[in-house]
């Protein structure tokens, strides 16, 4: 029984690692990394996609025309199979952990809820 919640995270990390839906995920990863247009695609999308959250982060509006980039870039990248795969195997991981979540914080809720 591991003593601390470190531990329980470490082994949940391991957990995660060896789930299907990693597996998955990290496959269809490799695919678009094999495939240089896709490749070139998803880099692009997702260079786009970091650049606009770091400006939401910090307050900063976001223009119009780095607006019309992110949509121009995410229907290329949902135009590409390899791409599609990728983001819908992000998807189902993105799912599962978002269940894990709730799972962590309900003893919190019942807390707060008095249970």
């Known amino acids: 029984m591991p003593a601390n919640l470190y531990e ?4 949940l990390e391991k ?14 990863y490799e695919n678009v990394q094999a495939n240089s247009g896709a490749k070139a695609l998803f ?3 997702r260079h786009l996609q970091l650049k606009l ?11 119009e025309e780095e607006a019309k980039q992110a949509q121009a870039s ?4 949902q135009a590409n199979p ?8 992000e998807q189902r991981l993105s799912a599962v952990l978002n269940e894990i979540n709730k799972i962590l914080v309900k003893p919190i809720e019942e807390l ?4």
């Open 8 to 11: 329980y995270a470490y082994m």
């Open 15 to 28: 957990g995660i690692r060896n789930s299907g839906e990693f597996a998955t995920l990290k496959q269809a």
């Open 112 to 115: 707060y809820a008095g249970k």
């Open 43 to 45: 880099d692009h999308f």
């Open 74 to 77: 995410m229907a290329a990248a």
């Open 82 to 89: 390899a791409i599609v795969q990728l983001i819908n195997a």
């Open 53 to 63: 959250q770091e400006k939401q982060v910090q307050g900063l509006p976001i223009t």
